[in-house]
């Protein structure tokens, strides 16, 4: 069976899905992080609305990628789960390993 990496790897390879992918993941690495740091608290989507005032179904949809939060709102989330937030700019690499 395979795995949904090898899967995965097989589409990178198609330079079209490639660039679709990598132009998705500031989107993707959002959602994970909010998802994750939630639940390192254990907290539900209700509590964390009712810590940070923000609607849970608003927090469902940046979870599930249907809502695109605002700086403002990450800030929110993270002050009401005791964290920062931090926002990196990372270098590319080219093929060749090297920063364009």
Known sequence: MRTF???LADEMQDEEFRKAYEDIQPE???IRAVAAARISLNLT????AER???NQADI???EN????????LLKR?????GM?????FIPKKTSSGRHP
């Open 84 to 88: 920062t937030l931090r926002i990196q």
């Open 65 to 72: 990628g249907t809502r695109n939060p605002s700086l403002n």
């Open 60 to 62: 469902s949809k940046i």
């Open 77 to 81: 989330l993270a002050a009401a789960m």
């Open 52 to 54: 940070s005032g923000i």
């Open 5 to 7: 990496d090898d899967m």
């Open 45 to 48: 989507q209700k509590e964390l």
């Open 28 to 30: 993707m690495d959002v």
